[in-house]
């Protein structure tokens, strides 16, 4: 049986915090990118289904594909919530 994949909608408490927290773009240093999906790292989903903002990141999909392969640390990640990588503002094409 096929799980069912829950989406955060732009009025989820949990989503506004987690963005908030990473100053809206992928705290990722060399990273940046505005588009953001949710982590789960401690626990990982895997281990327990939750929504603690306490366990989870916002992250941009290819960084967050990479640390779903465990690129970095659950303390590593714990630095990149309490201190975003700082990117400056570049030109962004926006697509309506």
Known sequence: M???VRRASGDDPVARQLRREVGFRCPIEGCGC???TYHHFDPPWREREHNDPE???A????CH???EGDAWTKEQLRRYKQSPAKHGRG???LLF
């Open 2 to 4: 096929l799980g069912i």
């Open 59 to 62: 992250l941009c999909p290819k």
């Open 34 to 36: 505005p588009i953001l």
């Open 91 to 93: 030109k962004e094409t």
């Open 55 to 57: 366990g989870m990141i």
């Open 65 to 67: 594909g990479k640390a």
